[in-house]
């Protein structure tokens, strides 16, 4: 007799049960519950919720890395592994691990973070579109990536085609950028590094590609700065540019004075935080991978935060090790750091590193027969199954885990050490020596158990920097290694933690606390007799201001003796903050060299890299900005990012600026020019390509005229066309038209013409609409309200309305306030523009479109 068995659903939770519970779980945070519902909560492609509260998701975590330890000698058990990271206490895997791991309803990868690249030195237009492909691939599977753009011949240089010659670098950042534009889902952008060597002829381009507004905003970029060159920075000498870059008898080169192309370099990280920097000869000359270039892990680039130099093809996963909850009696005289429990945290925390190694490789797995089951020819599919063999291939032979930490700044104040002091570095460094020594010990003790990674080489390793300073340190463990092994390639890096750390309620990662106290608003009913209105905006609503304590400062407070609910004047709060270990300890107020030199000293024992940003008043100069990283090659450090407040990624806009543009508003015509610069922004709604041509005048948007592309019935512009001319003139009948005319790769002048005509009749009279408020001086971001402000019935207009919003918010300027919007993550109304994305002050989410 059959017997027919059902299988019971999944219990699912709404948006409204997970929040209650989560709220209580972390104890009245409503900013943390909210972040690990939208990112970490276990959840199927429709949203359907399957965790109340993160004691869930990390028995899920447990229950997988228990399935895994099973397999290897001495195992964990499950409630071995929960105690250590329940409560986001001692170990948390970070990101993409902690959505991924045991995820049955959605097929992704459980890596952080990707590098791609083609082997040599190709850089033919089908490589540069497999790169372009493969970017796409991994950004749909929640990674960031890294390439770099060394390889591409320089402007001007002789191609075997109808182009006959290069276009460089530029158009091609620009293609990558635009890319990982596309692929951004649920306003969650995607993440891309672009990187080149300061030895390539079109250095400069790249520097300055991201100075215009609206070019390469979906990429992070950073400039390959060898030795040779700082030191002709610091000799005040020429440099030579050469490509190949690494060719002893290239086809070009190019002499350049160092000194003014790093004033460049400095001028616009002042500017606007980019380019950052990578000591491309100390990334490589310290990598432990690098030994093994010969083997393919030659290292090329670095992900998107840039503590992860990688090779082509490698990914790492992120754990981060809370280091606050290892400070006994925070706070207090009898303050201390339990080295012993954080030493055998270590172990573990390396341990279930690789364990995730091989949750891994069951993702990818997954995917991979995903790839084969889906309906596509396999023509179509072979870019992306030969990259998830090649991702694969890599886990499986080094095995490379990125183990972090989160809480520096905490874990000092909690000892009573101030951030960045002498004291503060000493005991950071003996911090990061004791995590390395420990997780290179673990690794060569699962070496012995579970098998070194497939080619350990000791030979190969002996001279490596890193590796010199482990058997300084620890003899003993040294040649345990030549001996057995290790079971990792790689093992340590400091990421960012910004979410993680919301969940730990701590700082984030290595840096400071960003403000130990501050003020919130939110929006109250004037009528309600328990409302307390502290402020009125200008359009008439209420608000109520509060008072926010960050968690560890509010800990200080009541083991000193202060009330936490008390109604503190800012003067009664300034005298607090005084008083506390987190004064003139804070990101904006710490000695900057201070930091650049605490960076140095812990990167000699992290063998990844460290992500760190040094934050710097708006009236920082460029020589102080030249200084730090001057100094911060000096020092040892493998990369740097410098943020000036008021500073964005484009072009600046200060307040003298913007007065500047609304006076000449007064000479902004009205009537239409004959002859108009503009730009071509790309985007998707939904499935449908859309494509908007931005007329300008003085950089500023004059008229938007959006529609169809890559139709039959739309309007077809070469993709690498960005920028051209829009040109009104008359017909054989007398009548306007508008013309697109733009140069082709050979330089001549092609017209596309009766623009007008391409266009929906319909969205041609909304965009001439949108245009009269632009050329009239309406201020962008209120022309962008007005258009979300229309009430549209038909849904295709309101699909060309959000189009046009999406292109005219890329010349918002950054730091540019949003009134009368919410942040869909902690409700907040701190809401600004950042690179045509809304951007919560308060809680840090960006949602662009």
């Known amino acids: 007799m059959k017997i027919e068995t059902t299988q019971t659903p999944a219990k699912t939770y709404t948006q409204d049960q997970a929040f209650k519970a989560s709220v209580a779980y972390f104890k009245g945070d409503e900013l943390a519950a909210r972040v690990w519902i939208n990112k970490y909560a276990l959840k199927d492609s429709y949203g359907n919720i399957y965790e109340k509260d993160p004691q869930a998701m990390h028995v899920r975590l447990a229950k997988e890395i228990a399935r895994i330890e099973a397999n290897y000698a001495n195992p964990m058990a499950e409630s071995e592994v929960l105690g250590l990271i329940e409560n986001f206490k001692y170990i948390v895997p970070q990101g993409s691990p902690m959505a991924g791991i045991g995820n049955k309803y959605q097929t992704g990868s459980l890596s952080n973070c990707f590098v791609i690249g083609n082997e040599g030195d190709s850089d033919s237009y089908g490589s540069i579109m497999k790169i372009d492909q493969e970017q796409v691939q991994l950004m749909k599977r929640r990674g960031g990536v890294g390439h770099d753009l060394s390889h591409i011949r320089p402007k001007g240089s002789p191609v075997k085609n109808s182009a006959l010659t290069s276009t ?99 001028n616009n990280a002042w500017k606007s935080a980019e380019p950052g920097i990578l000591f491309w000869d100390t990334i490589t000359r310290e990598s432990v991978p690098d030994c093994y270039a010969d083997l393919g892990y030659k290292t090329v680039s670095t992900n998107p935060c840039g503590e992860i130099p990688l090779c082509p093809y490698d990914s790492c996963r992120l754990l981060a090790i809370n280091l606050f909850s290892y400070v006994e009696n925070p706070f207090t005289a009898e303050a201390g750091f339990n080295f012993d429990l954080f030493k055998k945290h270590v172990a573990i925390a390396q341990r279930i590193m690789d364990d995730i190694i091989d949750l891994e490789l069951e993702k990818i797995d997954a995917i991979l027969a995903k790839i084969a089951a889906d309906p596509e020819n396999d023509e179509i599919k072979r870019v992306e199954r030969n990259l998830w063999l090649e991702i694969r291939k890599k886990a499986r032979e080094g095995r490379r885990t990125g183990v972090g930490i989160t809480a520096e700044g905490d874990m000092l104040a909690g000892l009573g050490i101030k951030y960045g002091s002498e004291k ?11 995590l390395a020594i420990e997780a290179y010990r673990s690794s060569v003790e699962m070496a012995k158990e579970r098998g070194a990674f497939e080619f350990y080489d000791s030979e190969k390793e002996k001279n490596n920097p890193f590796i010199q300073r482990i058997k300084e340190e620890d003899e003993k463990l040294y040649f345990e290694m030549t001996e057995y092994g290790r079971r990792n390639i790689a093992l340590l890096t400091i990421a960012p933690t910004g979410t993680t750390s919301l969940m730990t309620q701590t700082t984030s990662g290595i840096e400071p606390v960003f403000m130990p106290v501050y003020k919130r608003r939110r929006k109250v009913n004037p009528n309600d007799k328990e409302a307390r209105v502290d402020f009125v905006d200008e359009t008439g609503d209420s608000w109520e ?93 493998k990369g740097v990012t410098v943020y000036r407040d008021g500073s964005r990624s484009g072009v600046l806009i200060s307040n003298e600026e913007k007065k500047d543009e609304k006076d000449s508003l007064s000479n902004f015509p009205t009537k239409r020019p004959q002859t108009l610069e503009a730009d071509v922004v790309r985007f998707q709604n939904n499935k449908e390509k859309w494509i908007a041509f931005i007329g300008r005048i003085d950089e500023r948007p004059y008229e938007i005229f959006t529609g169809f592309s890559d139709d039959e019935d739309g309007i077809l512009i070469p993709r690498w066309v960005n920028e051209g001319l829009i040109i009104k003139n008359k017909d054989e009948d007398g009548n306007s038209r508008y013309d697109f005319q733009y140069k082709n790769q050979r330089g001549y002048k092609t017209t596309i013409e009766g623009l007008s005509h391409k266009f929906d009749p319909e969205f041609w009279n909304y965009a001439k609409l949108i245009s009269s408020t632009l050329r009239h001086g309406m201020p962008i971001e209120k022309a962008v309200d007005l258009i979300n402000s229309l009430q549209l019935d038909n849904e295709s207009i309101n699909t060309w309305k959000n189009g046009v919003a999406r292109a005219l918010k890329r010349f918002v300027a950054d730091g540019t306030e949003a009134k009368g919007q919410k942040c869909t993550n902690c409700n907040s109304t701190n809401l600004i523009y950042q690179e045509g994305c809304l951007t919560c002050k308060d809680c840090g989410s960006s949602k662009c479109g």
């Open 424 to 434: 503060g570095i000493e005991f950071s460094v003996k911090i990061h020596k004791t």
């Open 168 to 266: 460089g670098l530029v158009p091609f950042m620009e293609r990558y950028s635009n890319s990982t534009r596309e692929v951004a889902q649920d306003g969650r952008r995607g993440a891309l590094m672009l990187s080149v060597s300061i030895n390539h002829p079109d250095a400069e381009d790249f520097i300055d590609a991201k100075m215009e507004q609206g070019k390469v905003t979906g990429a992070n970029v950073s400039v390959r700065i060898d030795d040779d060159f700082m030191k002709a920075v610091k000799s005040n000498s020429k440099y030579i540019q050469k490509f190949p870059i690494h060719s002893d008898n290239p086809k070009y080169t190019h002499e350049i004075e160092a000194g003014a192309i790093w004033n460049k370099i400095v």
């Open 545 to 637: 201001e509060y008072v926010v304590f960050h968690h560890r400062f509010k800990q200080w407070m009541e083991a000193n003796g202060y009330e936490i609910d008390k109604n503190y004047t800012q003067k009664d709060l300034d005298k607090l903050v005084k008083k506390s270990p987190y004064y003139k300890a804070t990101s904006n107020d710490i000695d900057w060299l201070s930091k650049v030199k605490m960076q140095g000293a812990v990167q000699k024992w992290v063998d990844h890299s460290i992500s760190v940003t040094i934050n710097l008043p708006n009236d920082a100069t460029e020589e102080l900005v030249g200084n730090l990283y001057l100094q911060a090659w000096e020092e040892g450090c």
